[in-house]
Nanobody, 127 residues
């Protein structure tokens, strides 16, 4: 089972940028579908973005609105999330998630589609 460690969170002003990283230990990172989720206090864990083994990407377009970019570097076993034009509504604990192989279209945007999770990295955007 892959183990995931997120980093790169912090405090930023509205309009600022952050790049989150998620480093995986274990072999065969390239075989995993990787995703980002976030969870704000008192809210459900929300899908942010996913990147498949073939680098196909999907975003939660409603909340991300073209501001975020997900990418992966399989040689470094690392997943990234570049976040630009940050808003206070983006404040949350950001998690990366993984599942070996292909994730069903029914669950690819759901937390139930993934079976490995990191501990999260906090992103706080001040007004």
């Amino acid at each position: 089972q892959v183990q995931l460690v997120e980093s790169g969170g912090g405090l930023v002003q509205t309009g600022g940028s952050l790049r989150l990283s998620c480093t995986a230990t274990g072999r065969s990172f390239s075989r995993y579908t990787m995703a980002w989720f976030r969870e704000a206090p008192g809210k459900e864990r929300e899908f942010v973005a996913v990147i498949t083994r073939t680098a196909t990407v999907t975003y939660n377009s409603e909340s991300v609105k073209g501001r975020f970019t997900v990418s992966r570097d399989d040689a470094k076993n690392t997943l990234y999330l570049q976040m630009n034009s940050l808003e206070p509504e983006d404040t949350a604990l950001y998690y990366c998630a993984a599942r070996l192989g292909t994730v069903s279209a029914i669950t690819i945007h759901s937390r139930y589609g993934y079976d490995a999770w990191g501990q999260g990295t906090q992103v706080t955007v001040s007004a």
